[in-house]
């Protein structure tokens, strides 16, 4: 069965505190790992997709990596406007158009 | 572009009746999907749709049904509401595979 865990559940960071969230699946076939970002009463947002092991992703101070097991979003320099839940999710090779996701991580980052 | 819109934002049943969420999005994807999300359990597929006129099931349909007459909306129906259905629903739409999903609505059955 595919499964996705993020760690850790909850993370409190200072403003300025660099630190990275954890995404480690096990899927028969990865065809695509997404990270979205969620916050307080809305819906999911799309913030990468990354298909193969090595590939990277940056925008603005977030950058999502991937290898054969995991997949790390790094926050560089956090500001409290980062502060959201942060899904991973997967699609596998007998998805189809399906996506698995994790619980998520909620990130708090204090002023 | 208004995206994927939902309707209505929050209802309150009743244990025995039926409504209907209603999914819109304006991007032409042929993908569509409805997931409920409950704390601890994230995010659950409960029936999509490959294209108009096609529907299929998820993780969790029992309870659920579904309609895709037209290529830009996608309902989902509830019979019989139960307690066990009290959730936040989120609707979302794709052209490949990135999804991108509706502010949800906010059901309680009582």
């Known amino acids: 069965e595919d499964q996705v865990t993020q760690s850790p559940e909850a993370l409190r960071l200072q403003e300025g505190e660099s630190s990275s969230l954890n995404c480690s699946y096990t899927?028969?076939?990865?065809?695509?790992l997404f990270w979205y970002r969620q916050d307080p009463g809305k819906g999911p947002e799309f913030l990468f997709t990354?298909?193969?092991a090595g590939e990277e992703k940056e925008k603005e101070r977030l950058k999502a990596t991937l290898t054969k097991k995991e997949s790390f979003l790094h926050i560089t320099a956090p500001k409290p406007e980062d502060s959201a839940t942060y899904l991973c999710?997967?699609?596998?090779?007998?998805?189809?158009?399906?996506?698995?996701f994790g619980k998520g991580t909620k990130l708090t980052v204090n002023p | 572009n208004a995206g994927v819109t939902q309707t209505p934002k929050f209802r309150v049943l009743k244990t025995g009746q039926s409504m209907t969420l209603l999914c819109a999005q304006d991007?032409?994807?042929?993908?569509m999907y409805w997931y409920r999300q409950d704390p601890g359990m994230g995010l659950r597929l409960i029936h999509y749709?490959?294209?108009?006129?096609?529907?299929a099931k998820g993780e969790v349909p029992d309870g659920y049904n579904v309609s895709r007459l037209k290529k830009q909306n996608f309902l989902l129906g509830l019979e019989s509401a139960a307690p066990s259905q009290t959730s936040v629903y989120f609707c979302?739409?794709?052209?490949?595979?990135?999804?991108?999903f509706g502010p949800g609505t906010r059901l309680t059955v009582t």
């Open positions: 749709s490959v294209g108009e006129g096609t529907t």
């Open positions: 991007m032409n994807h042929e993908y």
């Open positions: 979302a739409s794709s052209y490949f595979y990135e999804q991108y």
């Open positions: 899927v028969s076939g990865l065809r695509g």
């Open positions: 990354l298909y193969s």
């Open positions: 999710a997967v699609r596998t090779q007998g998805g189809s158009e399906k996506l698995v």
